[in-house]
Antibody, heavy 123, light 107 residues
């Protein structure tokens, strides 16, 4: 059974870079596309982007200029970096299995999620 | 981007009630529509994929319908554990987008 676990600092200063890692267990990271999604307190869900083990990425245009995703297949992990953060980036950050299937065409749903990690941007 | 609009934003209902939540897409998304349930402090849980495919382990009182731009999530007989926030999400084209959520509260 695939499980995801987010890790990273819970507090980031304004203008600095938010860095999170998601560890995949129960399956190879090479089998699927993987996403980051965030949810500000009391608000809805926003997709940040996805990454494939090959390094292929697709970012939400609303965040594209500040987002970088990477993958470490040796550790079965993928990561998120968000630069120049402000208070508006305060949110619970989730990693999830992306709807896009390995064939790069079939689309499903976010069927597996990590528990989420709260990141607060504050000085 | 495809905008997803849910209605209502919140509703109050009693145990045993039939509840219907609507999701409208800003353009046609055939059946690339998914429904999630989220309880406070928890990650969203996938209930229904591809508009009407009930996920394994999800009670049969949940059902989904629709295609194109208009979709519906129905709970046939609301149970105490169903009080939560529900989100629709399109997986037709990136950026994947979610509805704003519908909070189902106890009357």
């Amino acid at each position: 059974q695939v499980q995801l676990q987010e890790s990273g600092p819970g507090l980031v200063k304004p203008s600095e870079t938010l860095s999170l890692t998601c560890t995949v267990s129960g399956d190879s990271i090479s089998s699927f596309y993987w996403s980051w999604i965030r949810q500000p307190p009391g608000k809805g869900l926003e997709w940040i982007g996805y990454i494939y083990y090959s390094g292929n990425t697709n970012y939400n245009p609303s965040l594209k200029s500040r987002v970088t995703m990477s993958v470490d297949t040796s550790k079965n992990q993928f990561s998120l970096k968000l630069t120049s953060v402000t208070a508006a980036d305060t949110a619970v950050y989730y990693c999830a299995r992306d709807p896009l299937a390995r064939d790069g065409y079939t689309r499903n749903a976010f069927d597996i999620w990590g528990q989420g990690t709260m990141v607060t941007v504050s000085s | 981007d495809i905008q997803m609009t849910q209605s209502p934003s919140s509703l109050s209902a009693s145990v045993g009630d039939r509840v219907t939540i609507t999701c409208r897409a800003s353009q046609s998304i055939p059946s690339y529509l998914n429904w999630y349930q989220q309880k406070p402090g928890k990650a969203p849980k996938l209930l229904i994929s591809a508009a009407s495919n009930l996920q394994s382990g999800v009670p049969s009182r949940f059902s989904g319908s629709g295609s194109g731009t208009d979709f519906t999530l129905t709970i046939s007989s609301l149970q105490p554990e169903d009080f939560a926030t529900y989100y629709c999400q399109q997986s037709y084209s990136t950026p994947w987008t979610f509805g704003q959520g519908t909070k189902v509260e106890i009357k």
